[in-house]
């Protein structure tokens, strides 16, 4: 069983439009997140949320917005996607608190034309 | 510069040979992950740190900490074609759990 899934794997759009990543974990934790990882490979934290509390890092464009329905689950929607949105984005969950085991996503590569 | 440096950005051995991963930090670790990532797969956990001098093992991969908890070491011995890959570290220098910062990764081959 796979513990946290991303859906789609693969993802080609054309700029401007809108698009969503699935995540959902099947671990029973309470915090999930959103990395993205550019083409220089760089892997960067862009929101952790838990049912209380949604932290977003500064650097992230507006039109990224996470959406959770339930605690097992955060989806990553994009607006007006632009080039440089091109990237691999990696969902991940833990168990709140410090020094648990962040267990990240198969990654979703999204290439905007 | 980099918060999170590792070394070797990229690594070529023979298989059965060690070789050693270094990932340095310019602000104390709270906490010390390292991943392995291979193309087209996610981030597979290997082993977190957090104690200053801690060491942790997993098979043939060894992981420490400094006293002063801003270097680890990955350490691989008798290296297998199954261990090539990115190795990546990441840090939690905040005390926020999860708000990890990354490495640029080492690509490793190990050639058969």
């Known amino acids: 069983d796979t513990a946290v899934s991303q859906t789609p794997k693969y993802l080609v759009t054309q700029m401007g439009n809108d698009k969503s990543i699935k995540c959902e974990q099947n671990l029973g934790h309470d915090t999930m997140y959103w990395y993205k990882q550019d083409s220089k490979k760089f892997l960067k934290i862009m929101f952790s949320y838990n049912n209380k509390e949604l932290i977003i890092n500064e650097t992230v464009p507006n039109r990224f917005s996470p959406k959770s329905p339930d605690k097992a689950h955060l989806n990553l929607h994009i607006n007006s996607l632009e080039l440089g949105d091109s990237a691999v984005y990696f969902c991940?969950?833990?168990?709140?608190?410090?020094?648990?085991?962040?267990?990240f996503g198969e990654g979703s590569w999204l290439t905007v034309v | 510069s980099q918060e999170l440096e590792q070394s070797p950005q990229s690594l070529i051995v023979q298989e059965g040979k060690n070789l050693t991963i270094n990932c340095t930090s310019s602000k104390t670790l709270y906490g010390l992950y390292w991943y392995k990532q291979k193309y087209g797969e996610g981030l597979i956990f290997l082993m977190m740190?957090?104690?200053?001098?801690e060491e942790k093992s997993h098979e043939k991969i060894t992981a420490k900490l400094d006293e002063k908890k801003q270097q680890s070491s990955l350490h691989i011995t008798a290296s297998q074609p199954s261990h090539a890959g990115i190795y990546l570290c990441g840090a939690d220098t905040l005390g926020s759990q999860g708000n990890l910062i990354f490495g640029k990764g080492t690509k490793l081959s190990v050639k058969p």
């Open positions: 991940a969950s833990s168990q709140a608190g410090f020094g648990n085991t962040i267990y």
């Open positions: 740190l957090q104690k200053g001098g």
